[in-house]
């Protein structure tokens, strides 16, 4: 006699990727806060999904560093220091500098390069008003995080691409993970200005087969991920209603 099986084999896949996306989206909206425990069973029930695509999600964050494993059995959401996060954006420019630098002495493909250019324009064009409304802002981020995928395609190395995309699942250390907070000011947008003047550089020295040229850029330009860190934290109490995953961040 058959049984109902309320997660088809069929998909395991794809029901592990939304538990994975539901839990993470749980934890940096707040509504996880920091702190918390977690157990598999209340998260399957929450979710309504089975217990093995939850406990693949469970072990995911956990490699993530959002979740820290309990001797007990559990799981409860990390909290970090400025030091973590500001250690997490660093490792990210090696990273992307590494990437620059292999993409420049191998040669980067040429339609990655076009494509490139082309979000670089789409970009000049969102940047073009004095401020950026909400709207404007949602498509810099989308078109920021476009354009730093194809930067790390363009080395062709796999190996490092994979510890890239470990390190940009940390919290706030993705390209766009810090660029919200402080969205509407003139100051963040003159940022952005900055910033896109750093990828056309690096876009330029990997044509040109400017191996150093190229890391190094990309390593300063993970600066700039820094000081917004810093801004953010020293005393905007709004950033943390805009963006609550703020409050995962503890102050020393």
């Known amino acids: 006699m058959a049984t109902h099986n309320p997660m088809p084999d069929a998909a395991p ?10 839990l993470r989206e749980l934890i940096l909206s707040g509504e996880l806060p920091g702190g918390s425990r977690i157990a598999e069973l209340n998260i399957v ?21 959002l979740l820290r494993a309990l001797p007990g059995g559990g799981h409860v959401v990390q909290t970090f220091t400025e030091r973590d996060i ?16 292999l993409a420049a002495e191998r040669g980067a493909p040429a339609a990655v390069l076009t494509e ?16 950026l409304d909400a709207e ?8 920021n995080s476009r354009l730093h995928e194809l930067l790390a395609e363009m080395a062709d190395s796999p190996t490092v691409e994979r510890q890239l995309e470990r390190v940009c699942a940390l919290p706030f250390a993705s390209p766009s993970g810090f ?3 402080e969205a509407g000011s ?28 190229a890391e190094a850029i990309l390593r300063e330009h993970s600066r700039l991920a820094q000081r917004n860190l810093r801004a953010v934290l020293a005393g905007h109490t ?7 995953a703020l409050r995962l961040i503890r102050r020393r």
């Open 116 to 131: 490139a250019r082309g979000v670089l324009e789409r970009i000049d064009a969102v940047l073009a008003a004095p401020t």
């Open 136 to 143: 404007a802002f949602s498509e810099y981020v989308a078109l």
């Open 86 to 101: 500001a250690d997490a954006i660093e490792l990210r420019g090696t990273l992307e500098g590494l990437l620059a630098r």
């Open 179 to 181: 660029v919200l907070a």
């Open 238 to 244: 709004e950033s943390a209603v805009h963006a609550p």
């Open 13 to 22: 896949e794809s029901a592990q990727v939304r538990a994975l996306l539901q």
């Open 186 to 213: 003139r100051e963040a947008r003159d940022m952005l200005v900055v910033a896109q003047d750093q990828h056309r550089q690096v876009l330029d020295a990997i044509e040109r087969r400017e191996g150093a040229r």
């Open 45 to 65: 029930e929450r979710l309504g999904v089975s217990r093995t695509p939850v406990r693949a999600a469970l072990q995911r964050l956990e490699q993530e560093g």
